[in-house]
């Protein structure tokens, strides 16, 4: 079983995090949470991924706090700072990860951290590899065209956010990227939320991120 731990920022404060471990020297990978916050569905990610051989990191980018329903959501998202979530906390996650004495590591995020997922990719050194689900991040936080890492992507044809002509841009812009359609609507993954989760697309794109990772770290 995993276990909350604290790690240090590059501007010195400390983060938590949820941490999953596979074994020293084995590839890693920081797990990015959606909108909700640190909830049981990204902890048991973490597991899921350290069973597969990854040592697993999530940040707690809420410090703590979940959301019960949709409104509390969206304003903990929309108050969250993205560009200090991403050059602090998810780098942080990076230098504590590489000190731990991993192998390559990557970036994989859902919904929110789908954006942050793209935004890594874009902004921190280090990141090896990237695989984004149903985000993407405003432009002023990411340009897609300045990645140079492999990217993945798994979407949703149903997605009133990420619908399928910000998919189309984002393809064009970086047209190096894997990117996967799913007939099935936003947060399809989600096991938690039965009312969008599909299992035979989740079991698919699991399978595709593994195999995707499985070649890039």
């Known amino acids: 079983m995993g276990q909350m731990i604290e790690f240090k920022r590059p501007d010195g404060q400390t983060s938590k ?17 959606e909108w909700w916050g640190l909830k049981p569905h990204i902890l048991e990610l973490c597991e899921r991924f350290a069973a597969a051989g990854y040592n697993a990191l999530a940040p707690d980018l809420y410090r703590g706090r979940i959301a019960a329903d949709a409104d509390e959501a969206s304003h903990l998202m929309q108050n969250l700072n993205f560009v200090d979530a991403c050059d602090q906390d998810l780098a942080g996650a990076l230098a504590h990860l590489r000190d731990a004495g991993t192998g390559h590591i990557g970036v994989v995020g859902f919904c929110m951290g789908g ?10 050194p280090g990141v090896a590899a990237a695989s984004c689900f149903y985000g993407m ?24 956010w990420v619908t399928p002509a910000v998919v189309d841009a ?12 799913y007939e099935a609507d936003h947060a399809f993954f989600n096991s ?26």
């Open 17 to 33: 995090g949820y941490t999953a471990l596979a074994g020293t020297g084995k590839p890693a990978l920081v797990v990015i949470q």
């Open 115 to 124: 954006a942050l997922t793209i935004a890594a990719a874009a902004r921190l």
């Open 137 to 160: 991040p405003p432009a002023q936080l990411a340009d897609p065209a300045t990645i140079r890492i492999p990217v993945q992507g798994h979407f949703a044809n149903r997605d009133d």
């Open 170 to 181: 984002f393809a064009k812009a970086l047209p190096s990227a894997e990117v996967h359609r």
């Open 192 to 217: 938690s939320r039965p009312e969008v989760f599909d299992a035979q697309c989740a079991k698919l794109a699991w399978e595709r991120t593994l195999a995707f990772f499985g070649r890039t770290l």
